[in-house]
């Protein structure tokens, strides 16, 4: 199975901050990358498609980027409703598609 | 509206059974691949069962022979059969829609719609 590694673990940011996540597979994925936001007690929901697509009604200032092994989810200014745990996802690799462990965002 | 509901979930004693519903509107499950990914407490996810439009299925090693995944086209549901129950099945259950991206190898999917998750514990 490929396995997807997330990069921090945690992280501390405040309001209006720049944050990156990275993910990166055990072997090339080409775009076969999806990223996830999950608040506590919720079911997760679909960000970022296709390693840059963004879905529909999921606010601009989430970007998505990579390609091969290496990929980064970017959110160019921390809003509140930000804070959350953050999952990649491939999509080579059907049916076994695996998850990251997740990057969780804290608030400073 | 595309949504999906699960329900079934509860306490049962290891060596246990237990079927969770995932019952769907804004789609019809007959032609969307349907999964069932969980979440064991305070950790990641992992994509347990599929079933495909075909009436093909799919589950993750660590369930084979105990989880059976199904649906009724009439009640446009998809159901999860857990048999041999064991402490390390406790986890949050949430069913999802697979979107098929249409790549030629299946490779491209995502996730989307979730449900809101129904609770498993597998406890004596």
């Known amino acids: 199975d490929i396995q997807m590694t997330q990069s921090p673990s945690s992280l501390s940011a405040s309001v209006g901050d720049r944050v990156t996540i990275t993910c990166r597979a055990s072997q090339s994925i080409s775009s076969y990358l999806n990223w996830y936001q999950q608040k506590p007690g919720k079911a997760p929901e679909l960000l970022i498609y296709l390693a840059s697509s963004l879905e529909s009604g999921v606010p601009p200032r989430f970007s998505g980027s990579g390609s091969g092994t290496d990929f980064t989810l970017t959110i160019s200014s921390l809003q509140p409703e930000d804070f959350a745990t953050y999952y990649c996802q491939e999509s080579y690799s059907p049916p076994r598609f695996t998850f990251g462990q997740g990057t969780k965002l804290e608030i400073k | 509206e595309v949504q999906l509901v699960e329900s079934g979930g509860g306490l049962v004693q290891p060596g246990g059974s237990l079927t969770l519903s995932c019952a769907a509107s804004?789609?019809?499950?007959?032609?969307?691949?349907l999964s069932w990914v969980r979440q064991a407490p305070g950790k990641g996810l992992e994509l347990v069962s599929v079933?495909?439009?075909?009436?093909?299925?799919y589950s993750t090693d660590s369930v084979k022979g105990r989880f059976t995944i199904s649906r009724d086209n009439s009640k446009n549901t998809v159901y999860l059969q857990m048999n041999s129950l064991r402490t390390e099945d406790t986890a949050v259950y949430y069913c999802a829609r697979e979107v098929d991206y249409g790549d030629s190898e299946g490779r491209g999917d995502w996730f989307d719609p979730w449900g809101q998750g129904a609770l498993v514990t597998v406890s004596s």
């Open positions: 079933m495909y439009t075909g009436g093909s299925t």
């Open positions: 804004g789609f019809s499950v007959s032609s969307s691949y």
